[in-house]
Protein backbone atom coordinates (compact mmCIF):
# COMPACT_ATOMS: atom_id res chain seq x y z
CA UNK A 1 0.00 0.00 0.00
CA UNK A 2 2.64 2.26 0.72
CA UNK A 3 4.20 1.49 -2.61
CA UNK A 4 1.23 2.91 -4.41
CA UNK A 5 0.96 6.15 -2.44
CA UNK A 6 4.09 6.89 -3.38
CA UNK A 7 3.74 6.17 -6.84
CA UNK A 8 0.70 8.07 -6.79
CA UNK A 9 2.29 11.14 -5.61
CA UNK A 10 5.88 10.86 -7.72
CA UNK A 11 2.78 11.06 -10.31
CA UNK A 12 1.06 14.06 -9.60
CA UNK A 13 1.46 16.95 -11.19
CA UNK A 14 2.60 20.21 -9.16
CA UNK A 15 0.19 22.71 -8.71
CA UNK A 16 2.51 25.71 -10.67
CA UNK A 17 2.91 22.92 -13.39
CA UNK A 18 -1.00 23.28 -13.45
CA UNK A 19 -1.20 26.84 -13.36
CA UNK A 20 1.50 27.15 -15.75
CA UNK A 21 -0.46 25.19 -17.81
CA UNK A 22 -3.90 27.07 -17.57
CA UNK A 23 -1.83 30.73 -18.05
CA UNK A 24 -0.36 28.76 -21.32
CA UNK A 25 -4.56 28.62 -22.79
CA UNK A 26 -5.14 32.12 -21.31
CA UNK A 27 -2.13 33.44 -23.56
CA UNK A 28 -3.14 31.95 -26.22
CA UNK A 29 -6.62 33.61 -25.97
CA UNK A 30 -8.89 29.96 -25.05
CA UNK A 31 -10.43 31.03 -21.71
CA UNK A 32 -13.68 28.85 -21.73
CA UNK A 33 -13.20 25.33 -22.55
CA UNK A 34 -15.36 25.13 -25.84
CA UNK A 35 -15.04 23.08 -29.20
CA UNK A 36 -15.61 23.47 -32.42
CA UNK A 37 -18.81 21.74 -32.36
CA UNK A 38 -20.88 21.36 -29.36
CA UNK A 39 -21.68 18.32 -27.57
CA UNK A 40 -24.71 16.93 -25.23
CA UNK A 41 -22.69 16.25 -22.32
CA UNK A 42 -25.35 16.68 -19.97
CA UNK A 43 -28.04 14.39 -22.45
CA UNK A 44 -28.78 10.59 -22.61
CA UNK A 45 -25.57 8.84 -23.93
CA UNK A 46 -25.40 8.53 -28.04
CA UNK A 47 -26.90 5.75 -29.58
CA UNK A 48 -23.91 2.92 -30.81
CA UNK A 49 -23.31 3.30 -34.40
CA UNK A 50 -24.85 1.00 -36.57
CA UNK A 51 -22.19 -2.09 -38.02
CA UNK A 52 -20.85 -1.27 -41.47
CA UNK A 53 -22.45 -3.52 -43.52
CA UNK A 54 -25.68 -2.43 -41.86
CA UNK A 55 -24.99 1.74 -42.42
CA UNK A 56 -27.48 3.14 -44.24
CA UNK A 57 -26.40 4.53 -48.22
CA UNK A 58 -26.39 8.57 -48.52
CA UNK A 59 -28.35 9.22 -51.38
CA UNK A 60 -25.87 10.57 -54.31
CA UNK A 61 -27.74 13.75 -54.56
CA UNK A 62 -26.99 14.68 -50.73
CA UNK A 63 -23.53 13.85 -51.54
CA UNK A 64 -23.10 16.34 -54.01
CA UNK A 65 -24.72 18.75 -51.87
CA UNK A 66 -22.22 18.40 -49.70
CA UNK A 67 -19.54 18.52 -51.67
CA UNK A 68 -20.33 22.14 -52.98
CA UNK A 69 -18.43 25.37 -52.08
CA UNK A 70 -20.07 27.11 -48.76
CA UNK A 71 -21.46 29.93 -50.31
CA UNK A 72 -18.86 32.78 -49.53
CA UNK A 73 -16.34 31.03 -51.29
CA UNK A 74 -18.59 30.12 -54.46
CA UNK A 75 -17.10 33.00 -56.45
CA UNK A 76 -13.42 32.16 -55.25
CA UNK A 77 -10.96 34.78 -53.54
CA UNK A 78 -9.35 35.34 -56.44
CA UNK A 79 -12.20 37.25 -57.63
CA UNK A 80 -11.97 39.77 -55.63
CA UNK A 81 -10.22 43.22 -56.41
CA UNK A 82 -10.11 45.19 -53.64
CA UNK A 83 -9.11 44.99 -50.01
CA UNK A 84 -12.48 46.85 -49.47
CA UNK A 85 -14.37 44.11 -51.40
CA UNK A 86 -12.80 41.43 -49.25
CA UNK A 87 -13.81 43.15 -46.03
CA UNK A 88 -17.26 43.71 -47.05
CA UNK A 89 -17.73 39.92 -48.47
CA UNK A 90 -16.42 38.42 -45.23
CA UNK A 91 -18.12 41.19 -42.80
CA UNK A 92 -21.33 39.84 -44.18
CA UNK A 93 -20.08 36.01 -43.73
CA UNK A 94 -19.08 37.01 -39.87
CA UNK A 95 -20.10 40.54 -38.81
CA UNK A 96 -17.43 42.03 -36.46
CA UNK A 97 -14.42 39.55 -38.15
CA UNK A 98 -11.31 40.58 -36.68
CA UNK A 99 -9.89 40.80 -40.42
CA UNK A 100 -6.97 43.36 -40.22
CA UNK A 101 -5.79 46.57 -38.22
CA UNK A 102 -3.61 49.74 -39.41
CA UNK A 103 -2.76 50.72 -42.94
CA UNK A 104 -2.55 48.64 -46.14
CA UNK A 105 -0.40 51.29 -48.00
CA UNK A 106 2.21 51.16 -45.49
CA UNK A 107 4.28 48.53 -47.24
CA UNK A 108 4.82 46.66 -44.31
CA UNK A 109 1.96 43.80 -43.43
CA UNK A 110 2.17 41.38 -40.29
CA UNK A 111 0.89 38.43 -40.09
CA UNK A 112 -0.45 36.60 -36.53
CA UNK A 113 -1.84 32.93 -36.56
CA UNK A 114 -5.57 32.92 -35.50
CA UNK A 115 -7.77 35.26 -33.18
CA UNK A 116 -7.66 35.24 -29.23
CA UNK A 117 -10.64 35.34 -27.30
CA UNK A 118 -10.56 39.55 -26.79
CA UNK A 119 -9.82 39.47 -30.61
CA UNK A 120 -13.31 37.94 -31.63
CA UNK A 121 -14.88 40.27 -28.59
CA UNK A 122 -13.31 43.80 -30.70
CA UNK A 123 -13.14 42.60 -34.05
CA UNK A 124 -9.69 43.51 -34.06
CA UNK A 125 -6.70 41.21 -34.50
CA UNK A 126 -3.26 41.07 -31.88
CA UNK A 127 -6.14 43.07 -29.45
CA UNK A 128 -5.52 41.32 -25.86
CA UNK A 129 -1.85 41.15 -23.73
CA UNK A 130 -0.27 39.71 -26.35
CA UNK A 131 -1.66 42.81 -28.88
CA UNK A 132 -0.44 45.25 -26.10
CA UNK A 133 3.29 43.86 -26.24
CA UNK A 134 2.90 43.65 -30.03
CA UNK A 135 2.41 47.58 -29.42
CA UNK A 136 5.70 47.40 -27.50
CA UNK A 137 7.64 45.40 -29.73
CA UNK A 138 6.75 48.06 -33.27
CA UNK A 139 7.58 50.82 -30.35
CA UNK A 140 10.59 49.99 -30.04
CA UNK A 141 11.85 49.89 -34.16
CA UNK A 142 9.74 53.14 -34.08
CA UNK A 143 6.71 51.74 -35.40
CA UNK A 144 2.97 51.64 -34.28
CA UNK A 145 -0.71 50.06 -35.59
CA UNK A 146 -1.04 53.57 -38.47
CA UNK A 147 2.50 52.49 -39.80
CA UNK A 148 2.15 48.71 -40.23
CA UNK A 149 -0.98 46.66 -41.36
CA UNK A 150 -2.17 43.75 -39.46
CA UNK A 151 -3.93 40.20 -40.56
CA UNK A 152 -4.43 36.89 -39.45
CA UNK A 153 -3.51 33.45 -41.35
CA UNK A 154 -6.92 32.35 -39.99
CA UNK A 155 -9.53 35.33 -38.95
CA UNK A 156 -12.49 33.01 -39.61
CA UNK A 157 -11.83 31.11 -37.29
CA UNK A 158 -14.23 31.56 -34.49
CA UNK A 159 -12.46 29.32 -31.29
CA UNK A 160 -9.97 31.08 -29.52
CA UNK A 161 -6.44 29.41 -29.97
CA UNK A 162 -4.00 28.10 -32.09
CA UNK A 163 -5.63 26.54 -35.21
CA UNK A 164 -5.36 23.29 -36.55
CA UNK A 165 -4.48 22.08 -39.92
CA UNK A 166 -8.47 22.43 -41.53
CA UNK A 167 -8.92 25.88 -40.00
CA UNK A 168 -5.59 26.81 -41.80
CA UNK A 169 -6.17 25.21 -45.17
CA UNK A 170 -10.13 26.96 -45.17
CA UNK A 171 -8.45 30.12 -44.85
CA UNK A 172 -5.34 29.79 -46.79
CA UNK A 173 -6.16 30.97 -50.13
CA UNK A 174 -8.48 34.13 -48.32
CA UNK A 175 -5.08 34.94 -47.09
CA UNK A 176 -2.99 34.95 -50.12
CA UNK A 177 -5.61 36.49 -51.33
CA UNK A 178 -5.47 39.33 -48.63
CA UNK A 179 -2.06 39.67 -49.37
CA UNK A 180 -2.22 39.70 -52.78
CA UNK A 181 -4.22 42.94 -52.13
CA UNK A 182 -2.38 44.34 -49.86
CA UNK A 183 0.57 44.36 -51.85
CA UNK A 184 3.19 44.97 -48.88
CA UNK A 185 6.71 45.25 -49.58
CA UNK A 186 8.28 43.35 -46.56
CA UNK A 187 5.85 40.82 -44.76
CA UNK A 188 6.85 40.22 -40.81
CA UNK A 189 5.46 36.43 -40.09
CA UNK A 190 4.53 35.94 -36.31
CA UNK A 191 4.65 32.51 -35.61
CA UNK A 192 5.23 28.73 -37.21
CA UNK A 193 2.34 28.58 -38.65
CA UNK A 194 2.17 31.31 -40.84
CA UNK A 195 5.99 30.62 -41.79
CA UNK A 196 4.80 27.46 -42.43
CA UNK A 197 2.00 27.74 -44.50
CA UNK A 198 2.85 30.81 -46.19
CA UNK A 199 7.05 30.41 -46.86
CA UNK A 200 6.77 26.82 -47.63
CA UNK A 201 8.75 25.61 -45.11
CA UNK A 202 8.23 22.28 -42.49
CA UNK A 203 11.11 24.10 -40.51
CA UNK A 204 10.44 24.84 -36.39
CA UNK A 205 10.15 28.41 -36.07
CA UNK A 206 13.00 28.35 -33.47
CA UNK A 207 15.63 26.72 -36.65
CA UNK A 208 13.59 29.57 -39.67
CA UNK A 209 13.01 32.65 -36.81
CA UNK A 210 15.52 35.79 -38.07
CA UNK A 211 15.74 34.30 -41.76
CA UNK A 212 14.11 36.34 -45.10
CA UNK A 213 12.44 34.11 -46.80
CA UNK A 214 9.34 34.40 -49.57
CA UNK A 215 6.06 34.52 -49.77
CA UNK A 216 4.05 34.75 -52.76
CA UNK A 217 0.60 34.91 -52.90
CA UNK A 218 -0.19 34.91 -56.52
CA UNK A 219 1.53 38.40 -57.70
CA UNK A 220 5.22 37.77 -57.00
CA UNK A 221 7.64 36.85 -54.19
CA UNK A 222 7.51 39.36 -51.13
CA UNK A 223 10.35 38.82 -49.08
CA UNK A 224 8.88 37.82 -45.27
CA UNK A 225 10.63 37.85 -42.30
CA UNK A 226 10.35 34.84 -39.86
CA UNK A 227 9.70 35.57 -36.04
CA UNK A 228 8.07 34.39 -33.03
CA UNK A 229 4.32 34.88 -32.48
CA UNK A 230 4.24 37.70 -29.78
CA UNK A 231 1.75 35.10 -27.39
CA UNK A 232 4.51 32.89 -27.44
CA UNK A 233 7.13 35.41 -26.03
CA UNK A 234 4.96 36.27 -23.23
CA UNK A 235 5.15 32.46 -22.26
CA UNK A 236 8.89 32.29 -22.88
CA UNK A 237 10.28 35.51 -22.11
CA UNK A 238 14.10 34.06 -22.59
CA UNK A 239 13.27 34.32 -26.04
CA UNK A 240 12.59 37.90 -26.08
CA UNK A 241 16.30 38.86 -27.00
CA UNK A 242 16.18 36.45 -30.12
CA UNK A 243 12.61 38.99 -31.56
CA UNK A 244 14.58 42.11 -30.47
CA UNK A 245 17.34 41.14 -33.04
CA UNK A 246 14.54 40.24 -36.01
CA UNK A 247 12.77 43.52 -34.95
CA UNK A 248 16.17 45.19 -35.68
CA UNK A 249 16.88 43.36 -39.03
CA UNK A 250 13.25 44.32 -39.57
CA UNK A 251 14.14 48.17 -39.74
CA UNK A 252 17.27 47.84 -41.00
CA UNK A 253 14.96 46.56 -44.01
CA UNK A 254 12.96 48.89 -44.11
CA UNK A 255 15.58 51.76 -44.17
CA UNK A 256 16.64 50.30 -47.41
Known sequence: MQEAVEGARSASVAPAEIAALLDWWKLAGADVAVGDAPAPWLGAEPRPLPAPEMAPQMPPVRQEARQRPAPAEAGGWTSIQSLAALRERLSAEIPNIPFADGDPL???M???????AEDLRTGRPFSGPAGLFLDRMLAGIGLDRKSCYIGLLCPR???????PPDAIAADLELTRAHIRLAAPRLILLLGA??????AGTDAPIGRVRGQWLQVDAGAGPVPALASFNPAYLLRRPEEKAKAWADLLALRRRLLQ
Open 106 to 108: SGL
Open 157 to 163: RRVPGPP
Open 193 to 198: NPVQAL
Open 110 to 116: LLGEAPS
